[in-house]
C-alpha cells in the first residue's frame, strides 16, 4: 500500500481587503495492487493556501484561515 497525494483543484478567492488568496483542495489516497489490478482508493480531503495553511469551509462560498482568524469568499471562477 503507498499513500499518495493528489491536488484536485485551486479555488480563487477574495479577503475582506478585496485581494486574491488561491486555495488548493488536495486528497490522499492509496494505491493498491489487487488481482483485477491497481487500484486506487480515496481518502481524506483537505484546503490549505498556497502558503500551507490550514483553511476550514463554513459554507458552500465562505473559508476561513483559523491561523489568522480571515474570512476568504469564492469568487466564482
Do not use: H, K, W
Not at 499518495?4 to 495492487?33: A, F, H, K, P, W
Amino acid at each position: 500500500m503507498v499513500t499518495m497525494d493528489r491536488e484536485l483543484r485551486r479555488i480563487r478567492c477574495v479577503n475582506e481587503d478585496g485581494d486574491t488568496v488561491i486555495l488548493v483542495e488536495s486528497q490522499y489516497y492509496d494505491r493498491r495492487s489487487t488481482a483485477a489490478g491497481d487500484r486506487e482508493y480515496p481518502g481524506a480531503r483537505r484546503i490549505e493556501t498556497l502558503g500551507g495553511m490550514s483553511v476550514r469551509l463554513i459554507d458552500a462560498a465562505i473559508y476561513e484561515v483559523p491561523e489568522t482568524g480571515e474570512f476568504l469568499r469564492d469568487a466564482g471562477d
